[in-house]
């Protein structure tokens, strides 16, 4: 018979509520700078497209927004309820960023609700433009702020523990921990790669489905040579935080990449199966590259998983996670360049037929959108999991930190029927604002003048 365990219900839930957040979090962060660099490019061109690209991704952003407040306003709700051992140890500690995302909250609603409301209210457009970057930070600023928790959480500081008081509390130390550089740098850079694709997505399935207005072709090409910026910088915060981990996580490490015995010129393991044993098979084995990750050089020594007590080891299928995160990366970053690399060529010498919109391109950027979503999800499994047994790393296990109440799983699925309710309220919210309101008819109302892309789409 199943037996209640409140630790792991309470897990779930958080998950389940993360996971669901996380979806509306990344666009929350990443859309408005994709906003403010539509509106800026409509400025300093002239072009009204990029203008009404600004405009309808503004609408769109308002629903992300209102349903991460509903689902970030949960998270707080669950820590207090589900984790309040942990809370309690930790609140003092950590409580000044927590404090701090719902100022920054605050400050990007303000300006929100100014700007949608004062398009063509400014003789400057420029005017209106500038209220574009407050929101920017502040969405900026609430990841900063929420992320520099969980940075605190893989490692713990800025406190000591005195016979089991904590004491010597410094909160700034605790927000600017070892892991404040690279966690908070990765998300907000995922954040903004991952609402580029998403909007390049949209925009290659119209064209794929047969529209063909210059309006889609030149979000395309924005959101895309965006893309492949954020997808560089992603890659070489990657590589910082490898050797993160390397220096304060190594553990960790060595999970993700199964490797057992302490050694120099060790290598990346992609893929494959992991015996009984702890015999990898089938793997793709890159020669040195995990010493390189870890510390630059193949000499580096990489402490194997066999240094450590079984009981303080994370599972060790976040293996797969990481993989897919890392493979997903780069196929995002090969997508966004590819077609860069096709649009650039095509301006220059046409006749080489380096089409960037042939159907099998809008298809893999297509493609790129829910993947880019699905790496985000990956990624904070395998940051969270990855850190098991500690809730507080090498301080409080997750056991410790969590409640011993009863009915955490009736929570769970009121939780999920919230989340099922609020999740298609905000598909059909969406698809009706913007299906019975096409870009079409919107020029045409503006009396700005129908173009098509110069070439059709081929096969």
Not at 7 to 27: D, E, M, N, P, Q
Not at 178 to 199: D, R
């Amino acid at each position: 018979m199943f037996e209640y365990d409140p630790v792991l219900f309470s897990r779930i839930l958080t998950y389940v509520t993360l996971g669901f957040h996380v979806i509306f979090a990344t666009l929350g962060v990443g859309v408005p700078l994709m906003i403010a660099i539509a509106e800026w490019m409509g400025i300093k061109r002239g072009d009204p497209h990029y203008t009404l690209m600004a405009r309808r991704w503004a609408r769109g952003f308002v629903i992300t927004v209102a349903v991460g407040v509903v689902t970030g306003t949960a998270i707080a709700l669950q820590l207090a309820l589900l984790w309040p051992n942990f809370m309690q140890a930790a609140g003092h500690t950590i409580g000044l960023p927590m404090f701090m995302e719902t100022f920054a909250f605050f400050f990007e609603a303000i300006f929100l609700g100014i700007y949608l409301y004062t398009w063509d209210r400014f003789k400057s457009k420029m005017k209106h433009f500038l209220l574009v970057i407050p929101i920017v930070i502040g969405a900026t600023a609430s990841a900063f702020f929420i992320t520099s928790v969980n940075s605190f959480m893989n490692a713990p500081q800025g406190f000591n523990i005195v016979d089991g008081v904590l004491t010597d509390v410094s909160p700034l130390a605790a927000m600017f921990n070892a892991a404040t550089p690279t966690k908070i740098s990765h998300v907000i850079i995922t954040c903004y790669l991952t609402a580029a694709f998403i909007l390049g997505m949209i925009a290659a399935y119209k064209i794929l489905r047969g529209n063909k207005h210059v309006y889609h072709k030149k979000a395309l090409h924005m959101t895309m040579v965006s893309a492949l910026v954020f997808a560089v910088a992603t890659a070489a915060i990657g590589d910082l935080s490898g050797k993160y981990l390397h220096e304060y996580q190594p553990e960790k490490l060595a999970a993700a990449e199964w490797h057992f015995e302490t050694e120099t010129e060790a290598p990346l393991i992609l893929g494959g199966i992991l015996t009984e044993d702890n015999e990898v098979e089938y793997a793709l084995e890159i020669p040195f590259a995990l010493s390189i990750l870890a510390g630059g050089t193949p000499d580096t020594e990489v402490i194997g998983l066999n240094e450590y007590p079984e009981d303080e080891l994370p599972p060790l299928w976040v293996h797969y996670f990481f993989d897919a995160m890392v493979f997903i990366g780069m196929y995002l970053a090969a997508v966004s360049a590819l077609f860069v690399l096709f649009n650039w060529q095509n301006r220059r010498n046409p006749l080489r037929k380096l089409n960037p919109f042939k159907s099998w391109m809008l298809r893999l950027i297509v493609l790129g959108g829910p993947l880019s979503m699905f790496a985000i999800q990956f990624g904070w499994i395998f940051a969270e999991v990855g850190r098991q047994p500690w809730i507080l790393h090498s301080v409080m296990t997750t056991a410790e930190g969590a409640t011993t109440s009863d009915h955490v799983d009736i929570m769970l699925w009121i939780f999920i029927l919230l989340y099922a309710v609020l999740g298609v309220t905000s598909y059909l919210v969406l698809r009706k604002m913007f299906l019975h309101n096409p870009v079409e008819h919107e020029l045409e109302r503006r009396g700005i003048p129908y173009h098509t892309v110069e070439k059709d789409v081929e096969s």
